[in-house]
């Protein structure tokens, strides 16, 4: 079956003289548009946006559409990217007029429903957390970052210490140094030892007066709880320290550990990955900070607080950092966390974890030995395999068996990253996928290895390209249609 | 439970092949001190009708729509949104999928962001826009971040204090322990005086930045403002209100170096704030130090034309501490139905829109000042927001005028001290002539 109206581009189906959306006449005097406004200000002509019909702009986006894998049509084990089941109850509950429609402005009084469900996710996630005060702020996890090492600074600041390191584990998130940079600190990587985990050592030695914040990811990228993190935690608040716990993979832990009872000092959450927002072919998430107690006044403001039984917004914090954004928070995937969080309740959140790990450790077990996996027999909700051996026996990369896989109807796992081992095959399956979802898939990785190494090079052959030519995108970029 | 396949025999199979007893023992390596011994001090689980009764209550009480009818702007706008977005955007091989990665299994997303990419500089008259920031105000951080690893050594940042309040405090943010003085220059009749911001470029400028129209509704001299900041050797970024384009000249025709924006108006729910979509484009020559995700066209293997995202050296990922940014997952869905909703207005759709703003909110502007003690605030032409003074606090008023049903505007002495008495108002081309002279008639009987 043909769709030839999703190769082509908007504005090659653009027809001038056609239109989609059509406005309704004004009901109000009109005056001359050079009466109302100066000449030097006005643009004759409106922008050259594309003119189309609303049947052809459909048709495009729908076809369009099709030529996505997305978690709705495909398993999508992205490693660090937790792609659970998206509910569809979430989408018809958000789209609520007395939700979808309130003005992020409003009076207080005028939407205490939107405030209340604020405030309760503030207190849900501050015990998720266990930790004190919650920031909804933050628009995803690297503005969560962000925000959570301004505070720091702040505080830093407010007790007259200069604290110019925050020191960060090699198999980190990228966000995690470029969070830091702006936030004006000197980065310093602490390597991961033999096992995976922070090397003790090398953080001892790194580990001085001049430290902020140490930043760690745990489980971390390799899908490994760090059994050192007591000793970790408490070396760092020996110095003074804090720690900041990278919390996209709260989906290994949710009520059965929690950061603050493990000694971190704040954290973010990744909404849209532990509960479930669509993540929309790129964005939006939500990325909510909770830190102690005595980092609370250097929140951003506002956070909802109840007096009685009135919500409200408060500003009125001298110390806080200020905003990392406009308005409250990105609310729509908050909302969609919290319908989760109500959906599954304490047992649920818990069976949440225990499955994703169990799911994940299963399809590990599964394909051990077809693979290779460096770092131990047993994993939390993800692991991380390597096509090393592959590559130097078979010349079979991380990337072939990726694309190799799209062929069979999977996403590929995330590839190339944690950047501690070489040939990363990152595979995260989530606790919404079935055993058989996973035995079909083991099934489908152990035959990719041992099929011909040019038949993967080459992959993927069944869909509608193969291997985009990234060097000449890059050297000669085309960023936008041009006449 | 919920969205959990596994049962119980599948879980004892499981275990088994995994070689765990228990589901506890999966979690061996989490010190038994550190294990949470009780349930997590959450609500019990719902179903999906109680679910729904539960949030259908809470939704009921939020003002909106012919609860309150809404006159507030300030960056989000109750603009109407045709239902080819929501139909589009609703797919949910668009919604569910993540960042396109993997380039084979992402054509639909990566194409319909490289036409996003394509709409924005159309709609701004600059060469590149990216596929989307979180939103207008760490749109305006970022393009500062972006100004200042253009020009290393210039540390200076000039904004208008009628940029809106909000935004200039996500830059003071950004900016707190970065080698950056943030000078704000004050705008005591609605906009900056070119005269003024003269006095304070010098060679240490690193830009300037304003908003047009700005937070009190009024047209900026941009112009004037960006050919003094040329001549200064400073970069000149704009704030723009996307709506605005279908009248005013374009970012790229006045001089702007770097134009951001908040996209909400451009077919997003106001949904309390978020999430919406910062939109950033810049002139060509300095695409290498933008912020954020940029789709490219290239051909695949076998010579056919497809998307890639590209210019991957800049992000995070790869850069890590010396990124042009942080920022990871970005707003993709925002920019697709900013697509779908730029496609179809198109551009006499977009001029059309922008016009029943500018005539609604003049006829508006002209029921009010008939009200005693009712005045324009700013001698300043305007499109679809503009200030009023009132004879009193204006705080006060709104709170009167919420009860009868208006979300009236927005109370300036929240950010601005001297301005306690002067209320700003948004009028879309949702608004009808009988709610502005409800607004009117009751404003009438509130003072
Ligand atoms: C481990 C880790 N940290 C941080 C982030 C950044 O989060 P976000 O993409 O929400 O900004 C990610 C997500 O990609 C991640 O996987």
Not at chain 2, 42 to 59: D, I, R
Not at chain 2, 62 to 69: E, I
Not at chain 2, 372 to 384: E, S, T, Y
Not at chain 2, 434 to 442: I, Q, T, V
Request: glycine residues 8%.
């Amino acid at each position: 079956m043909q769709a030839n109206q999703s190769t082509e581009l908007l504005f090659e189906i653009s027809h001038a003289g056609r239109r989609c959306h059509r406005l309704s006449a004004a009901d109000v005097p009109v005056k001359n548009v050079a009466a109302l406004l100066p000449k030097e200000q006005i643009k004759d002509t409106p922008p050259p946006l594309p003119e189309v019909g609303e049947i052809d702009l459909i048709r495009h986006f729908v076809n369009l559409s099709k030529r996505n894998m997305s978690i709705d049509t495909n398993f999508y084990p992205l490693g660090s990217c937790t792609m659970k089941y998206n509910p569809k109850r979430h989408e018809r509950l958000a789209a609520l007029p007395g939700l979808a429609n309130v003005h992020p402005l409003q009076l207080d009084a005028s939407c205490q429903g939107m405030l209340r469900i604020l405030w309760e996710m503030q207190s849900i996630l501050g015990e998720i957390a266990g930790l004190d005060a919650v920031s909804l702020q933050p628009a995803a996890g690297a503005q969560g970052e962000l925000t959570a090492l301004l505070v720091a600074a702040a505080y830093f600041r407010d007790k007259g210490e200069q604290r110019t390191k925050v020191l960060i584990p090699d198999s980190a998130h990228g966000t995690n140094p470029a969070s830091a940079a702006i936030a004006g600190f000197d980065t310093v990587d602490i390597k991961s030892n033999d096992k995976g985990i922070v090397d003790l050592a090398d953080l001892n030695a790194k580990l001085d007066e001049r430290t902020a914040v140490f930043m760690i990811t745990n489980p971390n990228t390799l899908g490994l709880f760090d059994t050192q993190i007591a000793q970790i935690t408490k070396l760092l608040h020996e110095k003074g320290a804090l720690v900041y716990l990278d919390g996209a993979n709260m989906n290994a832990i949710v009520g059965v550990t929690r950061p603050g009872d493990f000694g971190a000092d704040m954290m973010h959450y990744n909404v849209h990955k532990t509960f479930t927002g669509p993540h929309g072919a790129g964005g939006p998430g939500s990325g909510p900070i909770a830190v102690r107690s005595f980092l609370a006044p250097f929140l951003p403001a506002p956070l909802v607080a109840k007096d009685g039984d009135q919500f409200r917004l408060d500003y009125d914090r001298p110390k806080s950092i200020g905003r990392v954004r406009s308005f409250f928070g990105n609310v729509g995937i908050l909302l969609r966390g919290y319908f989760y969080i109500r959906t599954l309740g304490p047992d649920g959140l818990r069976a949440m974890t225990q499955n994703a790990v169990l799911n994940a450790n299963y399809l590990l077990a599964r394909i051990n030995g077809g693979y290779e996996v460096p770092h131990g027999h047993r994993c939390m909700h993800e692991f991380v395999a390597s096509a090393r051996a592959l590559k130097r026996e078979k010349r079979i990369s991380a990337m072939d068996i990726a694309k190799r896989l799209l062929d069979f109807g999977y996403h590929a796992p995330t590839v190339y990253f944690p950047l501690v081992v070489p040939e990363a095959i990152m595979i995260e399956p989530t606790e919404t996928e079935s055993k058989e979802t996973l035995d079909a898939f083991a099934d489908t990785l152990l035959r990719i290895c041992d099929e011909d190494a040019e038949c993967l090079h080459q992959a993927p052959h069944a869909l509608d390209i193969s291997r985009p030519d990234e060097i000449k995108a890059a050297k000669e970029p085309i960023l936008r249609w041009k006449p | 439970m919920s969205y959990i396949l596994n049962t119980a025999d599948d879980q004892k199979a499981m275990l088994e092949a995994v070689g765990a007893r228990t589901l506890d023992d999966l979690f061996y390596n989490i010190p038994e001190e550190l294990r949470l011994k009780r349930p997590l001090k959450v609500p019990e689980a719902l179903a999906e009708m109680e679910l729904q009764q539960l949030v259908a209550e809470h939704a009921q009480k939020n003002q909106v729509d012919d609860k309150a009818v809404c006159f507030l702007g300030g960056g989000s706008y109750d603009h109407f949104i045709p239902a080819v977005v929501d139909a589009v955007a609703s797919r949910s091989e668009y919604y569910t999928a993540y960042t396109p990665y993997q380039a084979e299994a992402s054509q639909g997303s990566l194409q319909a962001f490289f036409e996003y990419q394509t709409l924005i500089c159309q709609l701004t008259g600059l060469d590149v826009a990216n596929a989307s920031l979180y939103e207008g105000g760490s749109a305006v951080a970022e393009s500062v971040l972006m100004a200042h690893s253009i020009h290393q050594n210039r540390t200076k940042v000039l904004i208008a204090e009628s940029v809106h309040p909000e935004y200039r405090q996500v830059l003071q943010t950004y900016a707190a322990n970065l080698p950056l003085q943030v000078q704000t220059l004050p705008t005591p009749d609605g906009f900056l005086d070119p005269d003024d911001l003269k006095k304070h470029l010098d060679e240490n400028t690193l830009c300037v930045i304003v908003q047009h129209p700005n937070f009190f509704g009024c047209l900026e001299e941009v112009e004037a403002v960006g050919k003094l900041t040329k001549s200064s050797g400073a970069l000149y970024v704009v704030s723009f209100d996307p709506i605005s384009l279908g009248l005013l000249k374009r970012p790229g025709q006045y001089g702007a170096d770097i134009a951001v924006a908040e996209g909400q108006c451009l077919g997003n729910p106001m949904v309390y704030g978020g999430p919406y979509l910062g939109i950033m484009a810049c002139r060509e020559e300095y695409v290498r130090k933008m912020p954020g995700r940029l789709v490219g066209q290239t051909v695949d293997r076998n010579g056919k034309r497809c998307w890639v995202l590209t210019l991957q050296t800049r992000e995070q990922h790869i850069r890590r501490a010396k990124a042009t940014s942080n920022i990871c997952t970005n707003q993709g869905l925002f920019a697709l139905r900013a697509a779908v909703y730029l496609a179809a207005l198109g551009p006499q759709g977009l001029r059309e829109t922008a016009e029943l703003c500018l005539q609604k909110a003049h006829y508006l502007a002209d029921q009010l000042q008939q009200i005693p003690g009712v005045a324009l605030k700013f001698h300043r032409p305007f499109l679809k927001e503009f200030t009023v003074q009132l004879p009193g606090n204006a705080a006060k008023t709104l709170e009167r005028l919420l009860r009868d049903g208006y979300h009236a505007g927005l109370p300036l002495g929240r950010w601005y001290k001297s301005l306690g008495t002067c209320l700003t108002l948004a009028v879309t081309e949702k608004r009808t002539k009988k709610e502005m002279d409800g607004l009117a008639s009751a404003l009438r009987k509130a003072l």
